[in-house]
């Protein structure tokens, strides 16, 4: 992002992201230039727009295991299996991050470089929120990616105890324990409603 400004009022604004540079006046009223030629793009634009690219597609495939290593959900099979697609879904996000996070960094990089440097001459641009922005999901990413890669940790860790059914008791059905325990031949002939339940 870079102003003009005048005595009293910001007169121009311009602005540059990966795909099209842009102004806009006073009035509100934008005017926007895409880049003319892929191939006659700056070293640097190129290698952020196939990082950025490369953060949205492994973004896309690490939602889709997210969402089949999620134990919810009933595609995947059985724990075991769910928490390594679980994990698997981890490091895609955190790969993800780390592309938008270089991406972000290596243009902000490009931008205080030439802002600082006296002998540019050119138009010079200051940090835009565009970049915060990408710093801060590619940090969300990595965080996200983390805890996704840590669930395989804890369901390794801690097994699924198991329950073991004892068969239904009831107030009668006590009773003839105690009863049995004191040797008597005779079986009960009276039992409660409650007693098959």
Request: glycine letters at 10%; one cysteine or more; charged letters at 15%.
């Amino acid at each position: 992002v870079s102003t003009i400004d005048g005595t009293v009022i910001t007169t121009a604004t311009f602005w540059a992201n990966l795909w099209k540079t842009c102004v806009t006046d006073s009035t509100g009223v934008s005017n926007c230039k895409d880049f003319p030629s892929m191939l006659a793009l700056d070293g640097y634009i190129q290698a952020c727009r196939g990082l950025m690219i490369s953060a949205v597609c492994l973004g896309f495939f690490g939602a889709v295991f997210g969402l089949v290593g999620m134990k919810c959900t009933k595609v995947g099979g059985s724990d075991q299996t769910k928490a390594k697609i679980a994990c698997l879904a981890g490091l895609i996000f955190i790969l993800s991050g780390l592309c938008s996070m270089t991406s972000c960094s290596l243009y902000a990089n490009r931008i205080t470089s030439e802002f600082f440097d006296p002998s540019f001459v050119a138009q010079k641009y200051e940090l835009g929120a565009a970049l915060f922005i990408g710093w801060a999901g590619a940090s969300l990413c990595i965080i996200g990616g983390s805890i996704f890669c840590f669930s395989i940790a804890e369901s390794s860790n801690s097994p699924r105890r198991g329950y073991a059914y004892n068969g239904a008791t009831s107030v009668m059905s006590s009773r003839t324990k105690v009863h049995n325990s004191i040797p008597d031949k005779t079986p009960p002939k009276h039992f409660d409603k409650n007693a098959y339940v």
